[in-house]
T-cell receptor, first 114, second 114 residues
């Protein structure tokens, strides 16, 4: 069965510092990979997605993620964090077949210090 | 373009009461789904539908019913509310047959069962 792990429950960084959020998945083939962000009281917003091709993908708000097949990882990065990036971040996988049942990780909560 | 609309935003129920959470999308998406979000557990799939007249169970279907009479609407019914159903519920939709289409989320319904 597919699964997604996000090893860090909560991360705190200073504004302007770099950020890396970890995501590992378990799936028989290369899945479709996504990162979502959830601000307090809001729904989930798509940050970026990986289907195939270039393993470094760019998303909105200055985020990027790198797919590493050998490590079954899809880590999210940002070179300089802004206070408005404080939110919860979810990694998700989807098999891409008919039905599109996504599997989400437990989330990583990001706090940003001024 | 409204996207995915959920109502109500907040709801308090007593144990044993029933209610329906409404979800509507205006993007002509075939696939619709309901998730519940609980702290530390990410999003768990309750029920999903790949088109009008077709529904299926997800990971945590017990205590919930769904129907899909139109492409646009996918209501979630709680038959007899229990405190364990206290959660935040999200409706999401996407295209089917198109590998890797991202899920589009509503803003959620926060349900408390006392």
């Amino acid at each position: 069965a597919q699964s997604v792990t996000q090893p860090d429950i909560h991360i705190t960084v200073s504004e302007g510092a770099s950020l890396e959020l970890r995501c590992n998945y378990s799936y028989g083939a290369t899945p479709y990979l996504f990162w979502y962000v959830q601000s307090p009281g809001q729904g989930l917003q798509l940050l970026l997605k990986y289907f195939s091709g270039d393993t470094l993908v760019q998303g909105i708000k200055g985020f990027e993620a790198e797919f590493k097949r050998s490590q079954s990882s899809f880590n999210l990065r940002k070179p300089s964090v802004h206070w408005s990036d404080a939110a919860e971040y979810f990694c998700a996988v989807a098999p891409g077949n008919y039905g599109q049942n996504f599997v989400f990780g437990p989330g990583t909560r990001l706090s940003v210090l001024p | 373009n409204a996207g995915v609309t959920q109502t109500p935003k907040f709801q308090v129920l007593k144990t044993g009461q029933s209610m329906t959470l409404q979800c509507a999308q205006d993007m002509n998406h075939e696939y619709m789904s309901w998730y519940r979000q609980d702290p530390g557990m990410g999003l768990r799939l309750i029920h999903y539908s790949v088109g009008a007249g077709i529904t299926d169970q997800g990971e945590v279907p017990n205590g919930y019913n769904v129907s899909r009479s139109t492409t646009e609407d996918f209501p979630l019914r709680l038959l007899s509310a229990a405190p364990s159903q206290t959660s935040v519920y999200f409706c999401a939709s996407t295209l089917t047959g198109t590998g890797g289409s991202p899920l589009h989320f509503g803003n959620g319904t926060r349900l408390t069962v006392t």
